[in-house]
């Protein structure tokens, strides 16, 4: 599935089972609510927390997929071709950071 193909995939499922998007500001709250949830599996599973019973019922794919399904809303509902978008923060990194992570330079 290439990125378009997951923006038209999900306005799709949005407008047939969803029934209509959220508000932006309400995808925004549910967007962080989902960055919460992957925190929480990182520290889990990276970091110096431990897991309690039930903490890691979601997994770590289905907590990215999460976030990434309502950044496609976002997407969507605002009009951002991620595809271009995707494009055009590769052509900012590219020229920003050429040599920014050069030996001797990371510090
Ligand atoms: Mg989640």
């Known amino acids: 599935m ?16 969803g ?9 925004m709250a549910l967007l ?6 992957l925190a929480r599996v990182i ?3 990276y970091g110096d927390q ?3 019973p039930g903490d890691l019922r979601h997994g770590l794919s ?3 997929a999460d976030v990434l399904w309502v950044v496609i809303c976002l997407a969507n509902q605002t009009g951002v071709d991620l595809t271009a978008a995707l494009e055009e923060s590769f052509r900012k ?6 040599d920014r992570f050069s030996a001797g330079k990371l510090s």
């Open 2 to 17: 290439t990125i378009h193909d997951a923006q038209r995939n999900v306005d799709r499922w949005i407008r047939e089972i």
């Open 19 to 27: 029934k209509g998007y959220f508000s932006e500001l309400t995808n």
């Open 32 to 37: 962080t609510e989902e960055v919460g949830e």
């Open 43 to 45: 520290a889990r599973l």
């Open 50 to 52: 431990v897991a309690k």
């Open 62 to 64: 289905e907590e990215l």
């Open 93 to 98: 990194k590219t020229a920003r950071d050429a």
